[in-house]
Protein backbone atom coordinates (compact mmCIF):
# COMPACT_ATOMS: atom_id res chain seq x y z
CA UNK A 1 0.00 0.00 0.00
CA UNK A 2 3.01 2.39 0.61
CA UNK A 3 4.10 2.63 -2.86
CA UNK A 4 0.04 3.43 -4.22
CA UNK A 5 -0.58 7.60 -5.04
CA UNK A 6 -3.27 8.56 -2.55
CA UNK A 7 -5.92 8.83 -5.97
CA UNK A 8 -4.96 4.83 -6.41
CA UNK A 9 -5.63 4.43 -2.68
CA UNK A 10 -9.07 6.57 -2.64
CA UNK A 11 -9.69 4.44 -5.47
CA UNK A 12 -9.06 1.14 -3.42
CA UNK A 13 -11.27 2.52 -0.85
CA UNK A 14 -13.93 3.43 -2.59
CA UNK A 15 -13.97 -0.30 -4.52
CA UNK A 16 -14.02 -1.91 -1.38
CA UNK A 17 -16.67 -0.24 -0.33
CA UNK A 18 -18.89 -0.90 -2.92
CA UNK A 19 -20.41 -4.05 -4.67
CA UNK A 20 -18.82 -5.15 -7.43
CA UNK A 21 -18.86 -1.74 -8.60
CA UNK A 22 -18.35 -0.38 -12.32
CA UNK A 23 -15.93 2.00 -12.96
CA UNK A 24 -18.60 5.21 -13.21
CA UNK A 25 -19.54 4.09 -9.93
CA UNK A 26 -16.26 4.47 -8.48
CA UNK A 27 -15.76 7.81 -10.75
CA UNK A 28 -19.06 9.34 -9.20
CA UNK A 29 -18.24 8.31 -5.45
CA UNK A 30 -14.72 10.12 -6.01
CA UNK A 31 -15.80 12.86 -8.04
CA UNK A 32 -18.39 13.57 -5.06
CA UNK A 33 -15.56 13.75 -2.37
CA UNK A 34 -12.94 15.74 -4.95
CA UNK A 35 -15.73 17.93 -5.63
CA UNK A 36 -14.22 18.15 -9.18
CA UNK A 37 -14.53 15.86 -12.63
CA UNK A 38 -12.26 13.20 -12.78
CA UNK A 39 -11.27 11.78 -16.43
CA UNK A 40 -11.49 8.84 -18.04
CA UNK A 41 -7.75 9.22 -18.40
CA UNK A 42 -7.24 8.88 -14.66
CA UNK A 43 -9.39 6.70 -13.72
CA UNK A 44 -8.63 3.47 -15.83
CA UNK A 45 -4.91 3.63 -15.75
CA UNK A 46 -4.82 3.67 -12.39
CA UNK A 47 -7.46 1.12 -11.32
CA UNK A 48 -5.47 -1.19 -13.96
CA UNK A 49 -2.49 -0.57 -11.48
CA UNK A 50 -5.00 -1.37 -8.46
CA UNK A 51 -5.46 -5.02 -10.71
CA UNK A 52 -2.30 -5.39 -11.65
CA UNK A 53 -0.63 -5.08 -8.12
CA UNK A 54 -3.20 -8.13 -6.82
CA UNK A 55 -5.11 -5.28 -4.92
CA UNK A 56 -8.39 -5.23 -7.04
CA UNK A 57 -9.83 -7.93 -9.63
CA UNK A 58 -11.34 -7.09 -12.78
CA UNK A 59 -14.33 -8.48 -14.04
CA UNK A 60 -16.80 -8.47 -16.88
CA UNK A 61 -20.45 -7.45 -16.67
CA UNK A 62 -20.93 -7.42 -20.20
CA UNK A 63 -19.51 -6.28 -23.54
CA UNK A 64 -18.99 -2.68 -22.30
CA UNK A 65 -19.38 -3.00 -18.71
CA UNK A 66 -16.45 -3.88 -16.18
CA UNK A 67 -16.72 -4.25 -12.09
CA UNK A 68 -14.00 -4.39 -9.91
CA UNK A 69 -13.79 -6.52 -6.29
CA UNK A 70 -11.33 -6.44 -3.79
CA UNK A 71 -9.00 -9.10 -3.06
CA UNK A 72 -7.96 -10.73 -0.37
CA UNK A 73 -4.37 -8.90 -1.08
CA UNK A 74 -6.24 -5.73 -1.09
CA UNK A 75 -8.40 -5.71 2.14
CA UNK A 76 -5.38 -7.30 4.33
CA UNK A 77 -3.63 -4.36 2.81
CA UNK A 78 -6.39 -1.87 3.58
CA UNK A 79 -6.72 -3.51 7.74
CA UNK A 80 -3.05 -2.98 7.84
CA UNK A 81 -3.11 0.31 6.50
CA UNK A 82 -6.33 1.24 8.49
CA UNK A 83 -3.67 0.15 11.59
CA UNK A 84 -0.94 1.82 10.38
CA UNK A 85 -3.24 5.20 10.75
CA UNK A 86 -4.80 4.45 13.85
CA UNK A 87 -1.33 4.75 16.13
CA UNK A 88 -1.46 8.23 14.66
CA UNK A 89 -4.96 9.63 14.70
CA UNK A 90 -6.70 7.24 17.01
CA UNK A 91 -7.00 9.60 19.68
CA UNK A 92 -8.28 12.43 17.63
CA UNK A 93 -11.35 10.27 16.94
Known sequence: MYDLTGFQRDLLYVAAGLEEPH?????DELENYYESEIHHGRLYPN??????????????KDRR??????????KREIEDRRSWE????????
Open 23 to 27: GLAIK
Open 47 to 60: LDTLVEKGLLEKGT
Open 86 to 93: DQYVEDLL
Open 65 to 74: TNFYTVTRRG
